[in-house]
């Protein structure tokens, strides 16, 4: 982002949050394309004025303002006084915004956080921890089960069972000793894991989307199956033959 009397201009500091996830500061958008909504209906150009009617969407570049006569404009049927128009200029900047971690109270960009409204409201009292936190919570507490393992194994080794041990008795050792282990998510605090793209939020037209592509996908590999073509040489069939 350009800087302007050696601030940024979107957080307005001399020197901007590192993400140490990405190791980059302030993040903009990309600007939002507008649209005139008059005669010419070309796209207003960065840092131009254009005039906006508050509480719609329509926008006016500067050309069709003062080429329109009268007092008012119109666009889809709908006439809006000139007097009622706001003057803007086109060189709004958008930062992407930013989440304070918990635990170790670095700021982290939303997106390489993934970190979800809706699932994780800021509002809210409820703690976030961010993935580096979380990985090394995970790491520690592998190295923990290890260690627990690893001192049950020497201990079941040093204690011998007597000959006497009957083969229900062995039979029951076996079954203890074959229990499965704790997942390591169950171990880790605040019972959470590192956030992957499964854990996004999906929408019932992206769930359905992609239900029908798999069935579609399914469906084409299975005929292909069935009827697989003919290719004769490396140019395939006679174009007479298809």
Known sequence: VRRRNDKCQLCFQSSCEICPLCSRGCVAFEPKVIYCSGPCANR???????????????SWCSDCYDRSKGDSLEAQGRVFKKADLEKKRNNELVAEPWVSCDKCDKWIHQVCALFNQRKNNPTSLAKYVCPQCLLEAEKVAV???????????????????PNNVNDKSKDSLKRKASVPKPSVKTLLPYARHVPDAN???????????????????GSARVKEKNNPPKIF????PDPSEI
């Open 233 to 236: 040489g490396e140019l395939g």
């Open 199 to 217: 854990d996004l939020e999906q929408s019932r037209l992206g769930v359905f989307l992609e239900s029908w592509v798999r069935d579609r996908y």
């Open 44 to 58: 207003i150009g960065r840092n131009s004025n254009f005039y906006v009617s508050a509480g719609s969407s329509y």
């Open 143 to 161: 190295e923990r089960a290890k260690a627990v393992a690893l001192a049950k194994n020497s201990q079941s080794a040093n204690e011998k069972p």
